[in-house]
Every structure is written in C-alpha cells, then in structure tokens.
C-alpha cells in the first residue's frame, strides 16, 4: 500500500521483495528487486544498489543460476568495498555459491576471509552481535573439510560451532551441533566416541530439532550400534 501511494518508498519495495522471496516467489520478487535497483542508480546511491545486488543475487542462488549468482553478488561485494560497508554476510554468500558449483578452494577462501572479518572485531558487544553468522561460518567450512574427506579438521571447526552454541545457551544449536560431532565421529571410524555424543543429541533434537534431524541422528545411532557389536532396546532410539 505504502508503494502505491509513493513509488519512491524504494525500502518498502525491498521489504515487499524479501516478502515473496522467503514465500519462495522467485520471478516477483526478482522483478521488485530490478525496480529498486533501477531507482536507487538513478540517484547513485550505492548502500541501496548493494542490498538490490545481494538480494538479486540470492534469487539467482535459489533458483540455481549460479553463474548469475556469482555475478551479482560480486557486484555487491565491489560496492561494499567502495563504501566501507564489508559487515554483511556477502562473501559467505559467495562462498556458499562456490561450494554449490564444486569449487571448494574458492568457497574455503571466501568463509576464511570473512571469518578473519568478524574475528578482528575487538568489541566484545559487537562480536557478540554477529555470533550467529560465526556459527554458520564455521558450521560452512566445516562442511567444505567434510566433503573434502578431511574430517580431522572438519571436527575441529565442528568443535567450535558446539562451544558458540551452548555459549548462547541455544538448544537447537546444541542438538544440531552435537549431531554433526557424532556423525564425524562415525565417519572417523570411531564408534565408541560417536555414540556417546549421538546419544546425547538425540534427546535434544526430538525437543528441538525436524523431523529429519531427528530421524538422521537415529539411523547414525543405529549403525554405531551395529557397528560395535552392541545390542540395544530400540525405544531408546525411537
């Protein structure tokens, strides 16, 4: 109603945009997303191009266009440099391109860089602030370590993800990063220590975790069991 008043209101066209987006609407929301963008370069005004390129971008991304992807969220990245803005989440979301396309040096450089970012935030108020994304960030290169067959390191950035999670005293977070240490383990080979995690997960996913978190952790849980030799009463994993 507000852009049908005064078409001008570029950041209710942006919220509108991001509506249809997370309604998974891709073609509207990228067509709102060209209309900001045209309208915020018609008066140079890079922060507002910046948030049309990021937000273009991640259409692209779930649309699985990735070249494109790639191509406006670099644009972002350019114009944050220009102004000074390298808070927001764009090189983890060029990261996240990468990984989707196989290049996983590229997608490990991109979440390395800007972890070091959030990482040389001396403010203790302002790091806390973007814990979230350090949580993702390192749950990300994790998973690159995973699928690169390194699970030696991938345990250690899983290792940081679980200390950040119950630092903010987040079950969920807790559940799922308990699940991913004990399916490492297994895929370690060892069984003993995957078992004794998974165990401990289980419980806090069937509080807070989906239904596919929670039927990933029993199916692990069962062929640790196996694994080992050991029996088990299947409700406790039920």
């Not at 108020?125 to 994790?142: C, E, Q």
Request: hydrophobic share 35%; aromatic share 12%.
């Amino acid at each position: 109603e507000a852009i049908k008043i005064d078409g001008s209101l570029t950041k209710a066209e942006l919220l509108l945009g991001w509506t249809y987006f997370m309604m998974a609407d891709y073609e509207t929301a990228q067509e709102i997303f060209d209309s900001a963008l045209i309208k915020y370069e018609k008066c140079s005004d890079k922060r507002g191009m910046r948030m049309c390129y990021s937000n273009i971008g991640n259409v692209y991304f779930h649309k699985g266009e990735y070249d494109n992807a790639l191509k406006y969220h670099k644009l972002a990245n350019k114009l944050a440099k220009e102004i000074g803005d390298e808070s927001g989440k764009i090189l983890m979301s060029i990261g996240n391109i990468y990984f989707r396309m196989g290049n996983y040096e590229k997608a490990l450089q991109n979440y390395n860089s800007e972890l070091k970012f959030y990482e040389n935030i001396s403010d203790k108020h302002a790091f806390d602030s973007v814990k979230y994304n350090v949580r993702v960030l390192l749950a990300n290169i994790s998973r690159v370590y995973i699928y690169k067959g390194n699970y030696d390191v991938a345990l250690k950035y899983l290792i940081r993800v679980h200390k950040i999670s119950e630092e903010e005293g987040n079950k969920s977070w807790i559940g799922q990063s308990l699940s991913d240490i004990g399916m490492i383990y297994f895929d370690k080979g060892e069984h003993g220590k995957g078992l004794e995690v998974l165990k401990e997960a289980l419980p806090i996913q069937k509080d807070t975790g989906s239904s596919e978190d929670i039927l990933c952790d029993t199916v692990y849980l069962a062929l640790t069991y196996k694994y080992k030799n050991l029996n088990y009463d299947i409700k406790e994993i039920d």
